[in-house]
């Protein structure tokens, strides 16, 4: 299921919770990418995921995007878009 903050986690959750008065600065985000063709499209959840990340590169390009502006002396950030999809 896609989740709804999915784009705005990693600076809300991650850095500004976790990573927040931490000796640890760095930070990973992890995402795990389900869309499939075998995904039935009777389920409301595969339009919602198609139209808020249309394609994995996309959303891996989005998700460095953010991570690189994130990271700031002496926060480092990177995010990994895991294809976990079926095959």
């Keep these: 299921m896609l989740h709804p903050e999915l784009y705005d986690a990693m600076k809300d959750q991650l850095v ?12 990973l985000y992890l995402v795990g990418w389900f869309n499939c063709k075998e995904w ?3 389920d409301y959840r595969k339009k919602q995921a198609e139209r808020l ?3 994995i590169e996309h959303t891996r390009e ?3 995007t953010s991570a690189a502006d994130l990271s700031k002396d002496p926060i480092r950030v990177k995010s990994v878009v895991l294809d ?3 095959h």
């Design 84 to 86: 976990t999809s079926l």
């Design 40 to 42: 039935a499209n009777s």
């Design 16 to 27: 500004g919770q976790y990573l927040k008065d931490n000796h640890c600065q760095h930070g």
């Design 62 to 64: 989005t998700l460095a």
């Design 53 to 55: 990340c249309p394609t």
